[in-house]
Nanobody
Framework: QVQLVESGGGLVQPGESLRVSCAAS????????LDWYRQAPGKEREFVAR???????IYADSVKGRFTISRDNTKNTVYLQMNSLKPEDTAVYFC????????WGKGILVTVSS
């Protein structure tokens, strides 16, 4: 059974940094591409960042230069380092792993507020 568990969310002030993690189990992690999505209150879920297995990365324009996606295949974990956080980054953040099938975590709340 595949499980994805996010951690590391919380409340931070504007301009601060935070790293969220997503640990996977029950899957051959290194063979999968990795995504982070987010959903702000009252809005649709949106793409944030992607790391392919090769490991090319792509980012949404709204986070480019501030967020970094990375992976540790020895720990079956994907990370999202978020710097220079803004109030508009407040959202529930979801990890997704995919190749032929895809799997989602349940999400973790990140709140950016003074």
């Amino acid at each position: 059974q595949v499980q994805l568990v996010e951690s590391g969310g919380g409340l931070v002030q504007p301009g601060e940094s935070l790293r969220v993690s997503c640990a996977a189990s029950g899957i051959s992690f290194s063979n999968y591409h990795l995504d982070w999505y987010r959903q702000a209150p009252g809005k649709e879920r949106e793409f944030v960042a992607r790391m392919f297995t090769d490991p090319t990365t792509i980012y949404a324009d709204s986070v480019k230069g501030r967020f970094t996606i990375s992976r540790d295949n020895t720990k079956n974990t994907v990370y999202l380092q978020m710097n220079s956080l803004k109030p508009e980054d407040t959202a529930v953040y979801f990890c997704r792993i995919f190749r032929v099938a895809d799997y989602w975590g349940k999400g973790i709340l990140v709140t950016v507020s003074s």
